[in-house]
């Protein structure tokens, strides 16, 4: 498809598990960021890769949440010994160069019980 | 503390009138700022933007206007139609010395148009 896709699009899981979400950008962008939407609240800011590296990642809340983009175009957010409280819609976000409009998938709702 | 505010968590309009959404920002180092528009179950899409340096950004039925001395900007559209409802966000880019590109987004007014 031509657009950011996400996976899975819903995933629940039990508190203290570890989870994998997935952000496949639009192709050829070289910048992609992650957001976490909480009810009722907007988007907040995760961690952004220019490329592969990176570029700033002050909104990642805990070492328990690590990102990569190994070869500069597929995302994994990864989050560690889940707790209820990182129920979330996380969204994932690309644009073609520093300073363009970003495109947002989905989400992945995520559910920790 | 919330750096991108929009007071007004819900708007109904007429179809065929102006809405307005406001925005109002804290951080003086912002440069850039956007609004997005929302469905349910959809991520954001992408509306209008305007850089700190204008005034005034158009794009056939929506306008958004900056006050950089008030730090405020607002969502203009006209006429608004049925398909204009949904959740309509605020964000601002920049605002640290990390790095310019994150966006800190508001929470949302919920904008619904009455046929």
């Known amino acids: 498809g031509a657009g950011v896709s996400q996976t899975p699009s819903n995933k629940v899981t039990e508190k203290g598990k570890y989870v994998e979400l997935r952000c496949d950008p639009i192709?050829?962008?070289?910048?992609l960021y992650w957001y976490r939407q909480s009810l009722g609240q907007g988007p907040e800011f995760l961690i952004y890769?220019?490329?592969?590296?990176?570029?700033?990642d002050s909104g990642l809340p805990n070492d328990r949440f690590f990102a990569v983009r190994p070869e500069g175009s597929v995302s994994t957010l990864k989050i560690q010994r889940t707790e209820r409280g990182d129920s979330a819609v996380y969204l994932c976000?690309?644009?073609?160069?520093?300073?363009?409009?970003?495109?947002f998938g989905q989400g992945t709702r995520l559910t920790v019980v | 503390d919330q750096q991108v505010k929009q007071n007004s968590p819900s708007l109904s309009v007429q179809e065929g009138r102006i809405s307005i959404l406001n925005c109002d920002y804290t951080?003086?180092?912002?440069?850039?700022f956007l609004w997005y528009k929302k469905y349910p179950a959809e991520g954001p899409t992408f509306l209008i933007s305007?850089?700190?340096?204008?005034d005034k950004n158009e794009d056939g039925r929506f306008t958004v206007f900056l006050n950089k001395s008030a730090k405020h900007l607002s969502l203009h559209i006209v006429p608004s139609q049925p398909g204009d409802s949904a959740v309509y966000f605020c964000?601002?880019?920049?605002?640290?010395?990390?790095?310019?590109?994150?966006?800190?987004f508001g929470t949302g007014t919920r904008l619904t148009i009455i046929p």
């Open positions: 976000a690309s644009s073609s160069q520093q300073g363009a409009e970003a495109f």
């Open positions: 192709s050829g962008h070289t910048a």
């Open positions: 890769f220019q490329g592969t590296g990176a570029a700033d």
């Open positions: 951080n003086s180092m912002f440069d850039y």
């Open positions: 305007i850089s700190s340096i204008k």
């Open positions: 964000a601002a880019r920049g605002g640290s010395n990390f790095g310019n590109e994150k966006l800190t």
